[in-house]
Nanobody, 116 residues
């Protein structure tokens, strides 16, 4: 059974940094992409960053230049380095994996709060 477990969330002051990690246990056949989504208070869930199996990355405009997504194939993890955090980055952050077979997997989410 596949499980995605996020860690690294917390409270940080504006301008600070956090690093989120997502550990994938179980076997996912033919991964297409690994993503980070977020859902802020009263907002819809949105795609923050994506890393494709070939290593290409994409980012939401709101986080470009501040966030970096990376993956460690040997450890089966995907991480999100978040720098220069803003109050509007406050959200629950979710790890998501898509397979080429159309299967999708979600983590349980980790809270990130940016506040002074």
């Amino acid at each position: 059974q596949v499980q995605l477990v996020e860690s690294g969330g917390g409270l940080v002051q504006p301008g600070g940094s956090l690093r989120l990690s997502c550990a994938v246990s179980g076997s996912i056949f033919m991964i297409y992409a690994m993503d980070w989504y977020r859902q802020g208070p009263g907002k819809q869930r949105e795609l923050v960053a994506r890393i494709f199996n070939v290593g290409t990355t994409t980012y939401a405009d709101s986080v470009k230049g501040r966030f970096t997504i990376s993956r460690d194939n040997a450890k089966n993890t995907v991480s999100l380095q978040m720098n220069r955090l803003k109050p509007e980055d406050t959200a629950v952050y979710y790890c998501h994996v898509q397979s080429r077979l159309g299967n999708t997997y979600w983590g349980q989410g980790t809270q990130v709060t940016v506040s002074s």
